[in-house]
């Protein structure tokens, strides 16, 4: 079983940055995604990470903006968020087992930190 618990998300202006960290606890150095929820809209896929940092992705919608990294040390999943944007504004989740942007393929989901950008 893993656990699962971000932290980081807060208000923000745009241009602004945040950092969000997923730690786990359980059994780790698992594969990591990053996704988002903002209201009423479904969740979409923002960026993964690979258990041992070689496979990296992005959604085309936050590259060259949000860096994804991990220290197994620590076992925790950072997601540095630069140049919010107001359309940033969303419930952001971490989830461990899968890479790639299926939600439906990871096994494990923390409850999620509100990143709100204002313009």
């Known amino acids: 079983q893993v656990q699962l618990e971000e932290s980081g998300g807060g208000l923000v202006e745009a241009g602004g940055s945040l950092r969000l960290s997923c730690a786990a606890s359980?059994?780790?150095?698992?594969?990591t995604g990053w996704f988002r929820q903002a209201p009423g809209k479904e969740r979409e896929f923002v960026a993964a990470?690979?258990?041992?940092?070689?496979?990296?992705a992005y959604a085309d919608s936050v590259k060259g903006r949000f860096i994804v990294s991990r220290d197994n040390a620590i076992n925790t999943v950072f997601l540095q968020m630069n140049r919010l944007k107001p359309e940033d504004t969303a419930v952001y989740y971490c989830?461990?087992?899968?890479?790639?942007?299926?939600?439906?393929?990871?096994?494990?989901w923390g409850q999620g930190t509100q990143v709100t950008v204002s313009s």
């Open positions: 359980g059994h780790t150095s698992r594969p």
């Open positions: 990470i690979g258990p041992k940092s070689l496979n990296i």
């Open positions: 989830a461990a087992g899968s890479f790639g942007h299926i939600a439906r393929s990871y096994d494990y």
